[in-house]
Nanobody, 125 residues
Framework: QVQLVESGGGLVQAGGSLSLSCAASGRTFNSGVMGWFRQAPGKEREFVGFITWRLGITHYADYVKGRFIISRDKAKNTVYLQMNSLKIEDTAVYYC??????????????????WGQGTQVTVSS
């Protein structure tokens, strides 16, 4: 059974930076994708970005492109989300998720079969 544990959320001022981690366990992570999503109060959970385990290829949503960076440490089965130039509208609960290779469109929630518990990120003015 896959387990994903996020850490690193908190409170930061607008313009600041924050880094999240997602430690994965329960299966062999040498293929497939790790994604990040977020959910603000009263809104749908939305795609932030993903990274492929094998080659480290990344893809981002337009609203975070150029500000957020996803990386992975294959030896530690851990994925990171570095968030820079944070805006108030980045406030949300952030989730990491795991998708197996060939499971579909990796920007879609339905492609992911395991989710972390989420970590709160609050950006203040």
């Amino acid at each position: 059974q896959v387990q994903l544990v996020e850490s690193g959320g908190g409170l930061v001022q607008a313009g600041g930076s924050l880094s999240l981690s997602c430690a994965a366990s329960g299966r062999t992570f040498n293929s497939g994708v790790m994604g990040w999503f977020r959910q603000a109060p009263g809104k749908e959970r939305e795609f932030v970005g993903f990274i492929t385990w094998r080659l480290g290829i990344t893809h981002y949503a337009d609203y975070v492109k150029g500000r957020f960076i996803i990386s992975r440490d294959k030896a530690k089965n851990t994925v990171y989300l570095q968030m820079n130039s944070l805006k108030i509208e980045d406030t949300a609960v952030y989730y990491c998720a795991a998708a197996q290779s060939g499971s579909g469109t990796y920007s879609a929630r339905s492609s992911y079969d395991a989710w972390g518990q989420g970590t709160q990120v609050t950006v203040s003015s």
